[in-house]
């Protein structure tokens, strides 16, 4: 079951890549993940970096958006061929995580809130999403602000 809001994690240069032509991957272009994604779901990227492999703790949040109508689709990229999906992306600006690593409930009084980080994509509460939001200064008009849903 979709829980209407996902965080997804790669780096900002990849997430900016995405952002500027209207789509997101995740977990190096595999399809699964971006299957359990429903159109109208709120998705924001965490970015620990700001190029894949460097180590320079970005660790922010770097765009945010909806999840647009449609299945994930595959990108001809020459020999990679990742899956996407579309997103219509906010104007918002980045955020860092510090700020609210006590108030996030996925991160909340966890020494360890970076291990799920490792997994691509999960599901997080409507609070958590609205609090994201809000750091990024994101106007945003969908649903995943105002309706009710179930959380993880």
């Known amino acids: 079951m979709s829980s209407g809001h996902w965080i997804a994690i790669a780096s900002a240069e990849h997430v ?3 952002r500027k032509k209207g789509f997101m991957q995740v ?3 595999k399809e699964a993940p971006l299957k359990r994604l429903k159109p ?3 998705i924001v990227y965490y970015s620990p970096t700001t190029v894949l492999g460097e180590k320079d703790g970005l660790q922010s949040f770097t ?3 909806t999840v647009r ?3 994930p689709y595959r990108a001809d990229m020459g020999r990679f061929k990742p899956y996407r999906r579309d997103v219509a992306w906010a104007d918002a600006k980045e ?3 510090k700020p609210l690593l006590e108030r996030l409930e996925f991160t909340s009084g966890k020494a360890n809130w970076g291990y799920q980080l490792r997994f691509g994509l999960f599901a997080v509460s409507a609070n958590d999403f609205r609090m994201i939001a809000e750091a990024m200064g994101a106007k945003l008009p969908f649903r995943t602000l105002s309706a ?3 959380d993880p």
Do not use: F, V
């Open 40 to 42: 109208g779901d709120g």
């Open 148 to 150: 009710s849903s179930s």
């Open 16 to 18: 900016r890549r995405g």
């Open 69 to 71: 109508e449609g299945e």
């Open 95 to 97: 955020a860092p995580i």
């Open 63 to 65: 765009a945010i958006g």
């Open 27 to 29: 977990s190096h272009g």
